[in-house]
């Protein structure tokens, strides 16, 4: 009988280490996941604003002549399985100055993709 209680106490420590290990194996993949939706975030935010700057390289612009944004998700970096979609909009009020959106989502599969986004208020004059 005592043989089978220690059998027993050591199944469910076993069993709570290997849960322990699962959950912090976990953790540190949507740590990771959480880190490439910042930088796909600010990347999405920095590519607005170079094409602000340098209209003249946009891949299309709208007919207010700046680049209006991505269109759609696109995916900026081969080392993160992410997209990331930006849309850029002028403040009618004043023509030099610009929001920026840029929502990025990383991951593989609908039950871990974390989504993160970024945005700025800048002030561009050509």
């Not at 043989?3 to 993949?29: P, Y």
């Not at 602000?52 to 995916?75: F, K, R, V």
């Not at 992410?82 to 990383?106: C, F, H, L, M, R």
């Amino acid at each position: 009988m005592l043989v089978m209680m220690a059998v027993a106490v050591a199944t469910v420590l076993g069993l709570v280490m290997l849960n322990t290990a699962t959950l912090q194996n976990r953790a540190g993949g949507n740590a990771a996941r959480l880190a490439g939706a910042d930088y796909l975030g600010e990347s999405g935010v920095n590519l607005a604003a170079y094409y602000l700057q340098h209209s003249d390289l946009a891949p299309t612009l709208n007919s207010a002549g700046y680049w209006p944004g991505t269109n759609g998700d696109i995916s900026l970096a081969s080392a993160i399985d992410g997209t990331v979609n930006v849309t850029v909009t002028q403040d009618p009020a004043d023509v030099w100055s610009y929001e920026i959106t840029s929502v990025a989502k990383v991951g593989n599969s609908q039950s871990d993709i974390i989504t993160k986004t970024a945005g700025a208020r800048i002030y561009v004059r050509n």
